[in-house]
């Protein structure tokens, strides 16, 4: 059976609130001559960061599976594939923020980097549990959830004083 992980919401909802914060007013302060591109370049720049967010994951009883959105590959992230029988171990390494990054390493020496910020994490962490043997107790979201949450509410109160300061 296939299970498809997506984006975890609150990932996704921090980073296009934040986009819309830091560029809503940008339309509405430009020239009269410069409106109209204002306006098409961010729609455009919606699109695109709405179009970044939507990368997933997918497993199934033989492999798991990383898929980019074709804006995302083409800013250099790409697609990647590995079978269950490949994998050798999950090595971590910490972050210069004091988290940890986890990489499936496989037989062949390529290390892919373990998917920390999707839905139904603990499900997806179970499957490879299951799928590969490894133990996966010590691998955790990279960050706190309360950050993405902190970053949507205060991107959203940003918005908020944005539109109050506009419509008075």
Request: charged fraction near 15%; hydrophobic fraction near 45%; include cysteine.
């Amino acid at each position: 059976m296939i299970e498809k992980f997506k984006t975890l919401f609150f990932v996704k909802s921090s980073l296009i609130s934040l986009y819309l914060a830091l560029t809503i007013p940008l339309p509405f302060i430009s020239t009269e001559k410069l409106k109209i591109p204002s306006f098409i370049l961010f729609a455009l720049g919606l699109y695109l960061i709405n179009n970044i967010t939507s990368d997933y994951v997918e497993t199934c009883s033989n492999k798991i599976s990383y898929k980019s959105s074709f804006i995302s590959k083409f800013f250099g992230k790409k697609n990647w594939e590995i079978s269950w029988k490949d994998i050798k171990q999950i090595k971590s390494l910490p972050t210069s923020q004091g988290s940890k990054v986890y990489y499936f390493n496989t037989f062949q020496g390529d290390n892919f980097l373990v998917p920390q910020r999707v839905e139904n994490f603990e499900k997806f962490l179970l499957i490879v549990s299951i799928n590969t043997g490894i133990s996966i107790n010590e691998i955790s979201y990279i960050s706190p959830l309360w950050t993405y949450k902190l970053l949507t509410f205060l991107s959203v109160l940003m918005i908020t004083g944005e539109l109050f300061a506009f419509l008075n």
